[in-house]
């Protein structure tokens, strides 16, 4: 690969072409500042990017998405930036509960589940009907979120506290459940509702209450969708497209090892690019990446507080996973799969061990995306997509050992636990859903928090960040506005959660506060748009933002392109 031409100055530097890191620089190229957006990997994307073996295409952490209905967060972002986007479709079958005494599924008629559960537990109907009316509440809350995603760290002092209001409105059917959580907390919240114990299993898996019903409530207002034809990839290839339309840049294969300060003001960036030293100039600087890594190591010792630190280090993260991608040389329907999330669990293991014991134990989500879109999968064959949470620190670090430049030396050991867990895995499979599903693996690729860890640079190989929870908000977490001048965090590590919503969110408010620092003209527009006093048309129509011509058109995928060349052979 070829070492980038880069500019002498830009208006802003973004680290990192994950979701966030992307959606920023796409509103940013918008508003009319020269960006340069710095990646790590070789493609964009972060979580987002997926990765092709042969013909097949995978996404890479994907189990379902939410706020990319018509009204959604994700959706009025991306009507500003561009109305070419992709869209995501509906899913009806969302998720099957599969245990060994219990088998259910979870629709976008949540009410039918509801039923189901009355008639086999008739002595608990008050408690299900008070458990489905709960989490319908919580299913409400979201509905607001496309409206009311503004940070307050953009807001003045009456702002705040007219913010501090509306967020209370929107945490009300949250706090009676928040305090069931943990192994003993999950029980109490669960007793609450359920006598019978046949129904806690259901929810084997979870450590807090809110967990079981979030789901339920998201389903009550059709907030799941499918990723889009060609899979979670054509996201980050859009807004690449969109930022390139602008004339900004996104260089590849980059490593930033410093962000440069003058007179304690960020004001560029150091980074090696195919062993190249290059020093960026910038007048402010985007962190889209992870938190400990922009202020331990990108950063003076004394430019972040040592108690800031101290307390992103002790933060409660999501953990990380193994994720095995199947290819099969038959189409996954015919194993009986459906466009629904199956989670496999077994009845007798304590619920501690269904989130983080070995592969025998652990409660498995298996996907078949070739089913949910059939641009994945050449014809005749599927797709399978197999999760489960990990430690970064299992195994003493999966088997690794130290390597250069900091990184882990990946030798026979680790290779062969790869190998391992995905029989396990695979096997667990056959044995309970698919019958022969191994005789019919034509490619297997494992991905450990190793992997995550690599391609990403998330801490621990972490799959969302900061967990959402009492002791992440008390500490204060969550932050956009660094202690260093110039210098904002975008990532899903300025938000406690994760996945799309909040990555997209946080993109959003990173732009924001750019524009804000920078007295641009459509940050007033744009802090409109936030609130939700106004839509995306009209913040187009304002005139604060550079015109856009919606011409994006998606790449055929690796079996679309098979099909196509066969198609145009059988013609001639």
Wanted: hydrophobic share 35%.
């Amino acid at each position: 690969m070829r070492t980038s031409t880069f500019r002498p100055q830009y208006d802003v530097i973004v680290i990192g072409a994950g979701i966030s890191g992307l959606t920023a620089a796409g509103l940013l190229s918008r508003a009319g500042l020269s960006v340069c957006v710095l990646e790590m990997d070789a493609r964009p994307g972060g979580y987002l990017a997926g990765f092709r073996r042969k013909d097949f295409r995978f996404d890479s952490a994907i189990h379902w998405l939410n706020q990319l209905g018509p009204d959604g967060l994700v959706t009025r972002v991306f009507d500003v930036i561009g109305p070419d986007h992709p869209t995501a479709r509906t899913q009806r079958r969302i998720k099957r509960y599969k245990g060994d005494s219990f088998d259910y599924l979870l629709t976008d008629k949540p009410d039918d589940l509801k039923e189901q559960w009355i008639r086999d537990f008739p002595g608990d109907r008050a408690g299900i009907e008070r458990f489905f009316r709960d989490a319908k509440k919580i299913g409400g809350a979201f509905e607001g979120m496309g409206s009311f995603f503004r940070t307050e760290e953009s807001k003045g002092p009456l702002g705040k506290v007219l913010h501090l209001f509306t967020k209370l409105k929107f945490a009300l059917p949250f706090i009676p459940h928040l305090r069931y959580s943990g192994p003993e907390g999950i029980k109490k919240g669960l007793s609450k509702y359920f006598k019978d114990e046949r129904l806690h299993r259901i929810f084997s898996s979870e450590m807090d209450l809110l967990s079981c019903l979030v789901p339920i409530g998201w389903a009550y207002y059709g907030d799941y969708q499918l990723p889009p034809v060609g899979g979670s990839q054509v996201f980050p290839e859009w807004l690449a497209h969109v930022i390139a339309s602008y004339g900004n840049e996104i260089h590849y294969k980059c490593r930033v090892h410093e962000v440069l300060l003058t007179d304690g003001r960020a004001t560029g960036v150091r980074l090696t690019q195919n062993n190249t030293t290059h020093h960026l100039r910038a007048k402010q600087v985007v962190g889209a990446c992870d938190v400990e890594a922009l202020y331990e190591r990108m950063l003076p010792a004394d430019a972040v507080p040592a108690a800031l630190k101290k307390k992103l280090h002790e933060a409660k993260l999501y953990p990380s996973s193994v994720t095995v991608a199947l290819a099969l040389d038959r189409p996954t329907q015919d194993f009986g799969f459906g466009e629904e999330m199956i989670y496999l669990s077994n009845d007798g293991v304590p619920r501690e061990r269904q989130c983080d014991g070995g592969p025998e134990e652990v409660g498995i989500s298996i996907l078949a995306p070739s089913l949910r879109d059939p641009s994945m999968a050449p014809d005749g064959m599927g797709t399978l997509t197999i999760y489960i949470p990990a430690e970064f620190a299992a195994h003493d670090q999966w088997l690794t050992g130290p390597g250069k430049n900091g990184g882990v030396d990946r030798g026979d050991a680790y290779e062969q636990l790869k190998k391992d867990y995905a029989d396990v895995l695979i096997r667990r499979i056959e044995e309970r859903l698919a019958p022969g599903l191994s005789k019919h693996v034509v490619y297997c690729d494992v991905a450990t928090p190793i992997t995550h860890w690599r391609y990403t640079g998330n801490r621990n190989g972490s799959m969302m960040g900061a967990r959402p929870g009492k002791e992440n908000f008390k500490a204060g977490i969550a932050h956009y506005r660094t202690p260093v001048k110039g210098l904002y965090l975008g990532s899903h590590w300025a938000e406690l959660g994760g996945g799309v919503p909040i990555a997209v969110r946080a993109g959003a408010n990173t732009a924001l506060l750019v524009l804000q620092d920078r007295k641009h003209p459509a940050t007033a527009t744009l802090a409109s748009f936030m609130d939700g006093r106004i839509g995306p048309k009209e913040v187009i129509a304002s005139g604060f933002f550079k015109p856009y011509t919606p011409n994006w058109v998606r790449s055929p995928t690796p079996a679309e392109k098979k099909r196509s060349g066969r198609s145009e052979r059988s013609e001639a």
